[in-house]
DNA sequence: AATGAATGAGGTTTCATTCAT
DNA sequence: TATGAATGAAACCTCATTCAT
């Protein structure tokens, strides 16, 4: 494989390619092989040592947030970016997506039995999705008695959904038909 | 050997109380460690060796489903015995209940990847559940749309409601909630 | 190596066989590496798996209070079978004899802070000692100030003659000449 | 590269201070967290990278080295300004002092196996101590008997004391009796 | 047929040491 | 020259599984 023979100790300016590097393999390994993946395989698949996990992420549960928190950063520049009452089922939709991408995404949460940090949690969801949902609400593309939790319940749904369903095809028609049943306009 | 006092060989006679005493304790500790309780520890809490485990059940994935099948017995009992229209609303309370008893119930569901048997797979409970819907939605007490499938569906999405929500009284909420949003005939 | 080749897995009868040869292997090898040495080269130094060793002894401590144990025995039966006012002198030689075995004993003192379990502790020693140090105090064979906690402290003097002195030779002679000093019927 | 802020490389004139530095956090921290204390403990500690304390001390051993010939130089000190024949008495307390102040000290006497460099080793103390015993003698304020050399046994003594005393109030009532035990003039 | 000790692979985690910046 | 991130060997420990009794 040429140009891929990566040097010993590439020093500590590859601090920040390491820790991407590790959360491009995480997300892809949790993905793949679910939450209990060895995290040495994780260290592997992003070409660094196992020390470095270590020090980036000082346990599986911090490693999955961190995951969590790159998705909720691109949910932000979506939602900073799309105007009117559309926004709300862009929002949505990405969510389905990231949650139908892979039932790993499911796993971290159901291992995940303690709180999580308030900047990945529920709350910080909330926030995002109120606004949206209002703008939706008032232009009749969303129900008028939804709250914001209420779209987080919806959202859970969609994880049983998912989960229920290990081959992606079928996951995603369970999606649909699921949502369709519930409300057209989530579809 | 003086003194070495060998805990009592019950002989054959004890295989099946030895299987159902398995079966108790894999489903209270699946439901109180999860899914990945050792193995050992359910020996230890049925009060039967390593070695018998595994002569009734080859892994922990032929455990899980034997669990789930005690408790399709339990479905097809209260089937036969529950006529009219009101049995679809009783089966699905018990389901629901299933569900909400444990987020281990799920997590079991969540980590058996492969398919499981025939006997406790979801097409005997679209079997079982088929006629009762039937006779249900005669009587309005159904969404005349849904279908067997989209039963099961229904469950999936109660599966998610369940698991992102690690406290019982949390979960009983957020099912409640979750189900008046999809149709209040399901509460 | 004829005739060494132990068979895979002896099975349980090998138990009180296994639990011995893990005495004698930490026995050794805390006296050769120090009480530091890898549980793992201990395990095969007595030519079982790691987890024997676990199940046996939950952790390092409870090896090294078992190899102290190991020790009380003897001394006991020594105790036991040594009448007359000689007993003292020959109890005194004996523990002089282990510490001076090797310095390891010592640094198991050093490593473990917390408190040993009373079968093994200095209350046992105490005791042991009591009556045959008042024995030699009526035949002028030990000094009549000694109370059974000085005899302790005297033991404790050796230790630090002995972990001065890595060399076995050396040591000997610097328990020699120091106990000289202090007194010389306890040479 | 913006906002990096490198935290100030001092310069070669860092260097002596650096060394005190990592001398005090090694002293604090053998005393605290005994000799196994990680090295990267130390360096933050004293507030410098971990390089830099491989550049001052190639090893764990070098550094425990000098922070005892830190200690001979203020009993250099202290020998130098004592006249008369006290001077031993309070060569010797402060000797038990430094080893009764924490048992990490002895920690590394038994740590340390390989011979110290000649310049912290017992010669440099028995050279230390050997004028200022003779003054002492003459004086009746030592035993007429004791080499310089036996000194250091009853030194090591003191060692076996402090470390079978993991409390320090144990120890230093330990020490107190132990010296009585040998000779008064020693307490 | 039941028991539970033994096995050992493989995960997790820590740190001494190196070395790019 | 100082920094501290990267490395990876090696320790710890836990089970799934086997198998002598």
């Known amino acids: 494989m040429p140009g891929t ?21 995480a997300h892809e390994l949790f993905a793949r092989q679910g939450y209990q993946v060895p995290l040495s395989a994780i260290a592997r698949a992003a070409g660094v040592g196992q020390g470095v996990l270590y020090r980036h992420f000082p346990d599986r549960l ?16 979506l939602a900073a970016t799309t105007p009117g ?9 990405r969510l389905v997506a990231y949650v139908a ?9 159901v291992e995940t039995r303690s709180r999580p940090p308030a900047d990945v949690g529920e709350e910080r969801l909330e926030l995002l999705i ?6 939706a609400q008032e232009s009749g593309l969303a129900d008028p008695a939804w709250t914001p939790r209420d779209v987080l319940l919806l959202l859970n749904m969609v994880y049983g959904l998912v989960l229920a369903h290990p081959e992606p095809e079928e996951a995603a028609d369970a999606v649909r038909r699921g949502l369709e049943l519930i409300d057209p306009r989530l579809v």
């Open 5 to 25: 023979a990566t040097p010993r100790n590439r020093g500590p300016a590859a601090a920040a390619e390491n820790r991407a590097a590790i959360l491009v393999a």
């Open 62 to 77: 911090a490693l999955a947030w961190a995951v969590f928190a790159d998705n909720f950063a691109e949910l932000d520049r």
């Open 85 to 93: 009452p559309e926004c709300f089922g862009v929002l949505w939709r």
């Open 101 to 109: 991408a892979s039932n790993a995404f499911i796993e971290v949460v």
């Open 130 to 135: 109120a606004e949206p949902l209002a703008r």
